[in-house]
């Protein structure tokens, strides 16, 4: 059962940045493409990046394009999300999971960006 466990998330004024980590148990996880998701208060959890399971190619949502940089280590199962230029409607609770499998959600991180 593979789990999945966020953190670095926190508040951070406009223009700040944030390193947020997910490290995920079980095996397996350098054969899947991951993804990092979040869900803003009243609003539907969406994708803001992947990244293949070789690291070789990453996608972002247009909203955080050259904002944020996924990236991964398969050695420590750990897969990051450096965001750079946050502004206040970044604020969400960031998730990480399998994008063409999903497995059990974890907790997420809470990231507040204020104006």
């Known amino acids: 059962q593979v789990q999945l466990v966020e953190s670095g998330g926190g508040l951070v004024q406009a223009g700040g940045s944030l390193r947020l980590s997910c490290a995920a148990s079980g095996s397996g996880f350098r054969l899947y493409t991951m993804g990092w998701y979040r869900q803003a208060p009243g609003k539907q959890r969406e994708l803001v990046a992947n990244?293949?399971?070789?690291?070789?190619?990453?996608n972002y949502a247009d909203s955080v394009k050259g904002r944020f940089t996924i990236s991964r280590d398969n050695a420590r199962n750990t897969v990051y999300l450096q965001m750079d230029s946050l502004k206040p409607e970044d604020t969400a609770v960031y998730y990480c999971n399998r994008p063409r499998i999903l497995v059990p959600w974890g907790q997420g991180t809470q990231v507040t960006v204020s104006g």
């Open positions: 990244i293949t399971s070789s690291g070789s190619t990453a």
